[in-house]
C-alpha cells in the first residue's frame, strides 16, 4: 500500500541516491512473492480521509499530493533510475512508481490499472503530465478515461515498458544486468545533462539547440569526452572519473524549477 | 458531407451535451448503410468559394475554421465523447469528426484520408495540433504530408484507434456498451476533471503537481470520493451522484481558454 | 564522417533547395556501397579537440553545434524532404542526417545507434528536442540513455521509420518514386503552411485553431485551391502552378525564429 510515510521514505531514498557520487544506479522493486507491486492507496484510509488527499486543515491550494513528490523526487534524479515491476500495480503503484523512472521494466502477468475516474477521484503524481509525454495522448486518454486494467502487451500501454518478462523472479535480475551494462559504460555527467536535455527540452527547436550547444561545449571540454573516444578507438571499456559534485558546472541545472512550495502565482 | 450547417448543429449538441448533468456521453456516428462515415468538404462548393475556407467579406485574421469550432466544442467538451466510424472517413470526416474524441472505435475496412496537401488546402480542425499529440510528430508527419489515405491498422495511425472492429454495424452497439461501462462507473465530476488535467497539463511536471494537489483536494473530499472507496471495498457499484453544475467547484476550469472570437493578440 | 566541412555544405544545399521554386524534393542519401550511411564524428579529431564540440577560442555560451544548424536547416525547409538510409547510422548519423526530415526510410539490415552516453557526450542535432516529439519521451529515453544500438524494426523505434526495407540498393529508388507521387500532387504553398503549422503549432487548441483558421483564409482563395477542388471533382491530377516566392503571403512564416546567432537572452 501506498501511503504518506512510504511517499516520504521513497523521496528521501532518491535524494540520497542523487546526491551520492557513488550511487550510479536506482532500482525500485518488490518482493516477487508479494500480491502486489504496488496496490496504490489504502481506500479504508480513503473513506475515512486519508492524508493522501489532502490534511483536513490544509485550504485548497495547499495540498502537495505525496505521490506527485515522489514523482519529481525520481524524475529530476540525476542518476539512472530503473523500475521493476515484478507484480500487479494500481494507482500510484502505476503512476509514482513507474512513469517517472528512465527504463520501466515488467512481468508479462501483471495487470497494471490507472482506477481513478472509476474512483471519482482524479489522476495523481503528475501522471496527466507524464503519460501524454512518455506515450502520446490518445492512448493517455484512453488509459485515464476508461479506468480500465491492462496487461503490460495491451496496445494501450505500447511504448511504456521497455522490456516485458515471462516470470516475476527474473525482473530484479535482468534490471541489475542491464543497469551494470549502463552504468559501467556511461559518464556521470554526460549522463545527467541528457536527462535534463530530454526532461526540460527547448520551446523550439531553436532554443533547444542552444541549450544542447552549451551543454556539449561544457561536456565536450571535459576528461570524460577524451577518456570516451580514446577506448572507442582503442575499442576499450571506458574508465569515467567525472563526477557530478565536482564537473557539472555552475550552469547546471539550467532551467529554473518551480517552487512548488512557495508558488509565486497561485495556480 | 461536411458543412458549416452541421458543424452548427454539432457545435450546438455538443453544448447541449455538455451542460445538461443528466448526459454522460455522446456518440457520433453515421448510417452504417451510408456510403461514407464523413467524405469532408463538397468539392464543388470549393471550386464556388466555399464558406468552410472563409467568406468573402472576411478580413484574413476574421475567418473561423467550422472544423476547428467543431473540435474545439468536442475537445472541451466534460463529458464521456466517443467517436463511433462505421465507414470511409474523409477530410472533416477524419479530422473534426475523428480527433477531438475520447475514445476512437472504427470499422476495420474504413479508408482514413487526410487529403490536404493533395487539395492544395491546409489541415483543418485542429488537426496540426491534435495529431502530434494524439500519436506523436513523426506519423503525425507522414499521415498530413503524404496526403495518402490508410486503413485503421496502418503502421502511421498506431495508437489512433481504441477498438479496430470487423463490421460497420458492430461499431456503434460496442460503442454503446463500452459507452455504459465508463458512465455507469465513473463519477461526473471527477471525469471533467481528468479531461481538463490532460488536455491542459502544467508546462512542467512541478506546475502539473501543483493543479493535480488542488484537483486532488477538491474531488477528495467530495462525497462521491468516499462513494468510491466505499464501492471499492464492498466491491459492488457505485453510486455516484455530484454533478457538473453543483460540485465542480469555482476552481474550474482553471485555465484561461483564449477567447478565439477575439483575441488580443493578431496571431 | 561527420565534419564542420559537411555541415556547412549541407546546409547550403538545404538552403538552395528551400530558396528554389523548382526544387520540389530534397532527398538524403549515401553510397550503398559505403561502410555506413553515416558513422558520426571523427573520434580521432574529438580527442584532439574536434571544431564539433566547440572551438577552443570559444567561450561556453558562444558554441553552436554544427549538427543542430544542419537540423535546423532541413527541419525549417518548406519542401519535401527525404532521408534515404541506406546503410548503418551513427551519432550524427541518427540524429541530424535523419530526426529532422518529413520522411525516413531505412534498409532493414542498417544498425541505428544514438551512442551519446557511452561516449561520454551529450545528444546533438536538437535530438533532445525531436526524438520525443517524434515518438514519445518513453522510447526517446530508452534510445538516449541506454546508448544502444538498435535494428530499425525494433520496438524502441517504433514510428519512427516510415518505410523499412530489405535491401541496400532499393532504399534511394523507391523513395525516389514515393517522393515524385507526393511532390506531383501536392501544392508547394500549401505544403509549406502544413509544415510550419505541425512543426509550429499554437500552444494550445484555441491559439491553433487562429492560426489554421487564418492559413485557411489566405490558401483557400488561391488558384491551387481552385485547381485542387476542380481536378478532385474531374478525377484528374492537378496542375498547381502556385510558388513559395510568388504566393506565399506576408503572414508566412508567422512564427518569429529564435535568432540563434545573437539571442537576446543567454540560455
Redo the contacts between chains.
Sequence with gaps: MFSVKMSEELIRVFQLGDEDDRVHVIILTADPAAPAFCAGAD??E??NG?AL??RKE?K??????PG??V??AI??NRK?TIAAVNGHASGTGATALQLPF???FIWAGAKVTFP???????????S???????????????I????DGHKPDA??L???Y?KILPTRTEILPIAIEFAKN?AY???Q???A???G??????A???????????????????K???????S??KRRR?K?T?TLSENASS?YP?WK????KK?KSK?
Tied chains: 1, 2, 3.
Design positions: 481506500m479504508d480513503v473513506v486519508s488527499l489532502g490544509d485548497e491550494h495547499e495540498h502537495r499530493d506527485g513528490q514523482a519529481m524524475y529530476n539512472i528512465d527504463f520501466r481513478f475516474v472509476r474512483l471519482s477521484i482524479v489522476p495523481e503524481s503528475t496527466t503530465y507524464l503519460l501524454s509525454r512518455l506515450i502520446g495522448e490518445s492512448n493517455a486518454a484512453y485515464l478515461f476508461s479506468g496496445p494501450f505500447a511504448g511504456l521497455h549502463v559504460n556511461i559518464g555527467v554526460s549522463y545533462y541528457t536527462k536535455l530530454l526532461h526540460r527540452s527547448g523550439s527547436i531553436e532554443e533547444n539547440h542552444l541549450l544542447e550547444s552549451r551543454a556539449i561545449k561544457i561536456i565536450g571540454t571535459s570524460d569526452t577524451v577518456e570516451g573516444a580514446q572507442f578507438i571506458p569515467y567525472d550552469w539550467w524549477p518551480l517552487d512548488v508558488p495556480l
